[in-house]
């Protein structure tokens, strides 16, 4: 049988050229939209030759998110315009009215502008740019009692920086704009609000810090948050190695207390989860709290995490449920969350006058049933959240991703949505971008997810959050969905296919059409396997890499398209070496699918010396990636595991 050499890049004798080599971070835009209705030319410069009169103005006394928006502003300004605009306290924007400023916040210049600004419709995310004689001001949310801007303050910055110098953020690194030495200044009437207030994502290219979240619009879960998911044990630790992972940083934390030798009577009977017909229980409950609200003074969000199990109430904790409060444990829940809560909310009216505290719930697995009857009723008036309380709804059953929830496979998923809809306008949900069995492959949930947030709409969703992968990078464009869904989060409206695309290009530069080509095939061979129920695309559908699901031609194709995308590239390696290795490094990290396609199905068909490349080249990229598991349990060693698989049956 003919050897197919899909391992080895070959170069061609005569290499691929183009007229233009995108540098896949920093491409130019040759057509700039006309301006909006909220925006039009003021007539002078911004800046002229690389020189600008303008000044960016924060208090003297700046907030955080205030601080980080003027430093993004200087940062872009500076690379795109090729100049150095200066950074300046209130104190010394001594010239007024008639200044060129950007002014970000709440400062003097603001506090003198006669502004109106609605804090409640601005809400978390929302922004405003203004223009009043030649200053443009950037105006966020204000919150009371930090006396502190809003993170909108930040996407304000975005937001200008868009208008200007047309910037687009792909990742943190890697981001296009369109201006010179000389840029014209606009005025601006603009108010923006997200379609979802409250976006967050959880990956691992997320968690370097702040400013991935930051520059891709998401909120990372250590803001003004306390608590998350499965956080109950953190609380009331049963056992001493109980406690839960914060994950922005995937830091372990435990309680300073343990309870289940002298309290068995506050947990289940399994220990998995909180007794919560237990009124002493509940009182230790709230006086933690307590302790944790003062201990963390900025926490606005106080979170309600189930823990990560199926077993929740005992019997006769459902029966005590049906008895007092004519519901299931759904229902009981939303009891304990409202009574806590509501002590929660009376203690700080007391103690911290001013301070306002939000409650948000996890309701999955055992409590995500709705607490609603056929009718649409609640099971009792102690059912419904207070509210300050938004349910979390966590579908991690949902039988298929990659269709909407409204779609026949997931009618379950959606009924239980609308009864939740009937008792409360509080929710939020929590969604899953990965297949927790198989890391390997493409997740493609990419045509549903835009779907899924305007049904979220519909049904008042406030809040949304995405699982894809904390543990470990993975070879199935995370880079690209965490674009793709921050930015229809943000705007529910913009178009699926023209984002990813979008990103492509300036994420692959020269290797952009071939890195197309490969994801169209993987998305035709992903939607033939759902078609013929071999594949289920749940967040737990087995083993997505398996045989019968990619035959050999079909990562033959595969590996053909990026192998050219790689050939496409070369041009670079002479001109700009680290823009090569780059750009090649995130073809790579996509070919780690067809190599471990190979090597798990296809080694056969290959000699020894092609193999042992093959393992060599996929252990060098996952090293340098940070690529590690090949499924959710496997505990980091998946890859190392495998490697030493292959490099056996090679010997």
Same mark, same amino acid.
């Given at each position: 049988?003919?050897?197919?050499?899909?391992?080895?890049?070959?170069?061609?004798?005569?290499?691929?050229?183009?007229?233009?080599?995108?540098?896949?971070?920093?491409?130019?835009?040759?057509?700039?939209?006309?301006?909006?209705?909220?925006?039009?030319?003021?007539?002078?410069?911004?800046?002229?030759?690389?020189?600008?009169?303008?000044?960016? *103005?924060?208090?003297?006394?700046?907030?955080?998110n205030?601080?980080?928006?003027?430093? /993004?502003?200087?940062?872009?300004i500076?690379?795109?315009?090729?100049?150095n605009?200066?950074?300046?306290?209130?104190?010394?924007?001594?010239?007024?009215?008639?200044?060129?400023?950007?002014?970000?916040g709440?400062?003097?210049?603001?506090?003198?502008?006669?502004?109106?600004?609605?804090?409640?419709?601005?809400?978390?995310?929302?922004?405003?740019?203004?223009?009043?004689?030649?200053?443009?001001?950037?105006?966020?949310?204000?919150?009371?009692?930090?006396?502190?801007?809003?993170?909108?303050?930040i996407?304000?910055a975005? @937001?200008?920086?868009?208008?200007?110098?047309?910037?687009?953020?792909?990742?943190?690194?890697?981001?296009?704009?369109?201006?010179?030495?000389?840029?014209?200044?606009?005025?601006?009437? !603009?108010?923006?609000?997200?379609?979802?207030?409250?976006?967050?994502?959880?990956? =691992?290219?997320?968690? +370097?810090?702040?400013?991935?979240?930051?520059?891709?619009?998401?909120?990372?879960?250590?803001?003004?948050?306390?608590?998350g998911?499965?956080?109950?044990?953190? *609380?009331l630790?049963?056992? /001493?190695?109980? @406690?839960?992972?914060?994950?922005?940083?995937?830091?372990?934390?435990?309680?300073d207390?343990?309870?289940?030798?002298? #309290?068995?009577?506050?947990?289940?009977?399994a220990?998995?989860?909180?007794?919560?017909?237990?009124?002493?229980?509940?009182?230790?409950?709230?006086r933690?709290?307590? /302790?944790?609200?003062?201990?963390?003074p900025?926490?606005?969000l106080?979170?309600?995490?189930?823990?990560?199990?199926?077993? $929740?109430p005992?019997? %006769?904790?459902?029966?005590?449920?049906? /008895?007092?409060?004519?519901?299931?444990?759904a229902?009981?829940?939303?009891?304990?969350?409202?009574?806590?809560?509501?002590a929660?909310?009376?203690? !700080?009216?007391?103690?911290?006058?001013?301070?306002?505290?939000?409650?948000?719930?996890?309701f999955?697995h055992?409590?995500?049933?709705?607490?609603?009857?056929?009718?649409?009723?609640?099971?009792?008036?102690?059912?419904?959240?207070?509210?300050?309380?938004?349910?979390?709804?966590?579908?991690?059953?949902?039988?298929?991703?990659v269709?909407?929830?409204?779609?026949?496979a997931?009618?379950? *998923?959606?009924?239980?949505?609308?009864?939740?809809?009937?008792?409360?306008?509080?929710?939020?949900?929590?969604?899953?971008?990965?297949?927790?069995?198989?890391?390997?492959?493409?997740?493609?949930?990419?045509?549903?997810?835009?779907?899924?947030?305007?049904?979220?709409?519909?049904?008042?969703?406030? @809040?949304?959050?995405?699982?894809?992968?904390?543990?470990?990078?993975?070879?199935?464009?995370?880079?690209?969905?965490?674009?793709?869904?921050?930015q229809?989060?943000?705007?529910?409206?913009?178009?699926?296919?023209?984002?990813? #695309?979008?990103?492509?290009?300036?994420?692959?530069?020269?290797?952009?059409?071939?890195?197309?080509?490969?994801?169209?095939?993987?998305?035709?061979n992903?939607?033939?396997?759902?078609?013929? +129920?071999?594949?289920?695309?749940?967040?737990?559908?087995?083993?997505s890499?398996?045989?019968?699901?990619?035959?050999?031609?079909?990562?033959?194709?595969?590996?053909?398209?990026?192998?050219?995308?790689?050939?496409?590239?070369?041009?670079?390696?002479?001109?700009?070496?680290?823009?090569?290795?780059?750009?090649?490094?995130?073809?790579?990290?996509?070919?780690?699918?067809?190599?471990?396609?190979?090597?798990s199905?296809?080694q056969?068909?290959?000699?020894?010396?092609?193999n042992?490349?093959?393992?060599?080249?996929?252990?060098?990229?996952? %090293?340098?990636?940070?690529? +590690?598991?090949?499924? @959710?349990a496997?505990?980091g060693? $998946?890859?190392?595991?495998?490697?030493?698989?292959? =490099?056996?049956?090679?010997?």
């Amino acid at each position: 049988m003919k050897k197919f050499k899909i391992c080895v890049l070959i170069m061609l004798a005569a290499v691929m050229s183009f007229s233009s080599v995108l540098s896949g971070c920093k491409k130019p835009q040759t057509l700039i939209p006309p301006p909006p209705p909220d925006e039009t030319l003021a007539g002078y410069d911004f800046v002229t030759d690389g020189k600008t009169e303008f000044k960016i *103005v924060v208090a003297a006394n700046a907030d955080e998110n205030e601080t980080v928006a003027a430093d /993004e502003l200087r940062i872009f300004i500076n690379e795109a315009c090729q100049t150095n605009i200066p950074v300046i306290t209130d104190a010394e924007a001594s010239d007024g009215e008639r200044g060129k400023y950007i002014s970000v916040g709440r400062n003097a210049l603001f506090n003198k502008s006669g502004i109106a600004v609605d804090n409640d419709r601005l809400g978390t995310s929302g922004y405003m740019l203004v223009t009043k004689g030649k200053t443009v001001f950037l105006i966020a949310g204000w919150d009371v009692y930090l006396r502190e801007s809003r993170y909108g303050i930040i996407y304000a910055a975005y @937001g200008l920086l868009e208008r200007l110098i047309s910037l687009r953020i792909f990742t943190t690194d890697c981001y296009t704009y369109n201006a010179g030495p000389t840029v014209a200044m606009k005025n601006f009437t !603009v108010t923006e609000l997200p379609d979802y207030d409250w976006r967050a994502i959880a990956d =691992r290219y997320l968690y +370097t810090g702040l400013r991935p979240y930051q520059r891709m619009r998401l909120m990372s879960l250590d803001l003004n948050i306390w608590g998350g998911h499965h956080t109950h044990y953190y *609380v009331l630790p049963p056992t /001493e190695d109980c @406690g839960f992972y914060n994950s922005p940083y995937n830091t372990y934390i435990k309680g300073d207390k343990v309870y289940l030798k002298d #309290h068995p009577d506050w947990y289940n009977n399994a220990g998995s989860e909180l007794n919560f017909t237990n009124e002493e229980m509940i009182d230790e409950y709230i006086r933690r709290c307590k /302790e944790i609200l003062t201990d963390n003074p900025r926490t606005s969000l106080v979170y309600f995490g189930s823990m990560d199990n199926v077993k $929740g109430p005992d019997d %006769a904790h459902l029966d005590y449920a049906m /008895e007092h409060y004519n519901t299931n444990g759904a229902g009981l829940y939303v009891v304990f969350i409202n009574k806590v809560s509501a002590a929660l909310d009376k203690w !700080v009216e007391t103690e911290f006058p001013g301070r306002k505290l939000f409650y948000q719930a996890m309701f999955y697995h055992w409590n995500l049933n709705a607490p609603v009857n056929e009718d649409g009723t609640p099971h009792s008036e102690w059912v419904i959240p207070r509210p300050n309380v938004t349910i979390d709804f966590v579908p991690i059953d949902m039988p298929s991703w990659v269709v909407p929830m409204d779609a026949p496979a997931n009618s379950g *998923v959606l009924g239980n949505i609308e009864k939740w809809h009937k008792i409360t306008d509080n929710l939020s949900i929590y969604t899953y971008g990965a297949n927790y069995n198989m890391y390997m492959t493409n997740f493609h949930d990419f045509f549903s997810f835009a779907p899924n947030l305007k049904l979220g709409l519909k049904y008042g969703f406030r @809040g949304w959050y995405e699982e894809i992968t904390a543990q470990s990078v993975k070879p199935s464009f995370n880079e690209m969905r965490i674009f793709l869904h921050s930015q229809l989060m943000w705007d529910t409206s913009r178009g699926t296919m023209a984002l990813m #695309h979008e990103f492509i290009d300036a994420f692959y530069g020269s290797a952009a059409p071939f890195v197309k080509e490969y994801l169209d095939l993987t998305i035709e061979n992903n939607n033939a396997n759902v078609a013929s +129920t071999k594949l289920k695309q749940g967040c737990y559908s087995g083993d997505s890499a398996a045989k019968e699901l990619y035959s050999f031609e079909v990562v033959y194709r595969m590996s053909a398209a990026l192998r050219a995308g790689e050939v496409a590239l070369e041009a670079l390696r002479e001109t700009d070496y680290p823009l090569f290795d780059k750009l090649r490094n995130r073809v790579r990290i996509q070919m780690v699918t067809v190599l471990f396609l190979v090597l798990s199905h296809y080694q056969t068909y290959f000699t020894r010396a092609e193999n042992i490349a093959m393992i060599d080249e996929l252990e060098i990229t996952c %090293a340098r990636n940070g690529i +590690t598991y090949v499924y @959710g349990a496997d505990l980091g060693t $998946g890859i190392r595991n495998n490697v030493e698989k292959w =490099r056996q049956q090679n010997f």
